[in-house]
């Protein structure tokens, strides 16, 4: 089997149907369903089952998989070693991170690089899909988790406590809720995947089983942009709640856990030129934050 072979089997183990193999390959779903008829000739194995689902893998082809997945492993490992020794301020790199992150540092970053690198491009993924730095699907993240990935070098550049906030409109139509009250009649905004997480539910420690969850929000900036607009009480990094001008309520009281920012590259492309451009000022960003 050829790499060209190995990838269109890859996507449609990974997708399951062809349209969606295609839609990853950029190709067409009849060139991907004659790649797959082709290569189970060519092996005279049959390598999927065609379900009202989609396509499952035999039993042949999941052994299939476990070596195509080698190959692919070694391909990933010869790029970003070759990359490793590129020392050209040209090209894009691709930057994975939070849409809240993006605004606040990640935008700035880029636009002091593009004054000075104006041939380094930067594609920047934001959303809360964790994207694999391993699988080359990003040379650079900024989350606030740490890998545990040995072969990618993880830097904390910030770390924030978690504080309670409110917009002024809220307290003016509702007033301050008083601590140890399980915020009894506030109404509350809260992140989607802590509320996900049925973990015994607070905000900077404070039950929340008399208040009234009025919205769930998939990803921090959506969490700011309701505090502000008065939809209710929530936890956000005492950064974002300073930066967008809201009031900070127990300022005594902060979240168990800080919100860490880590910065994520992989082993092999930490050297290259413009990735190291682009981490410069990245960290630059977050240090004039913390300053």
């Known amino acids: 089997m050829n790499w060209d072979d190995a990838r269109v089997f890859l996507a449609v183990c990974r997708e399951s149907t062809l349209r969606g193999a295609a839609r990853v390959l950029g190709v067409d779903q009849a060139t991907v369903g004659r790649r797959v008829s082709a290569l189970e000739k060519t092996l005279s194995a049959t390598l ?15 052994a299939a998989l476990r070596s195509v ?24 790199v691709r930057v994975s991170t939070t849409d809240s992150l993006a605004i606040d540092f990640l935008i700035p970053a880029m636009a002091r690089l593009h004054a000075q690198h104006p ?6 993924d934001a ?9 080359r699907e990003a040379d650079i993240a900024v989350r606030n988790t740490r890998p545990d990935n040995p072969d990618l070098i993880a830097r904390r550049i910030a770390r924030w406590p978690v504080g309670l906030f409110a917009s002024q409109a809220y307290i003016d139509a509702n007033g301050s809720p008083q601590p140890d009250t399980a915020f009894e009649g506030h109404d509350l905004v809260v992140y989607q995947p ?15 089983g008399r208040g009234r969850i009025v919205a769930s929000l998939s990803s921090s900036l959506l969490v700011r942009r309701s505090i502000a607009a008065g939809l209710g009480v929530g936890e956000i990094p005492v950064y974002m709640g300073e930066r967008d001008g809201l009031i900070r309520l127990w300022p005594q009281r902060t979240r168990p856990l800080p919100y860490d920012v880590w910065l994520v590259t992989h082993a092999d492309l930490r ?8 981490i410069e000022q990245i960290v630059d960003a977050f240090a004039q934050e913390n300053d």
């Open 48 to 62: 999927f089952l065609r379900t009202s689902d989609g396509y499952a893998l035999t039993a042949v082809g999941e």
């Open 194 to 208: 802590y509320l996900q997480s049925k973990k015994d539910l607070t905000l900077v420690s404070e039950p929340l």
């Open 127 to 135: 959303s809360t899909q964790i994207l694999s730095l391993a699988k």
């Open 119 to 124: 041939d380094v491009r930067v594609q920047l």
């Open 271 to 278: 050297h290259t030129a413009r990735v190291r451009a682009v």
């Open 69 to 92: 997945e080698k190959m692919e492993q070694s391909a990933l490992d010869l790029q970003r070693q070759i990359e490793g020794l590129d020392d050209r301020l040209t090209g894009t």
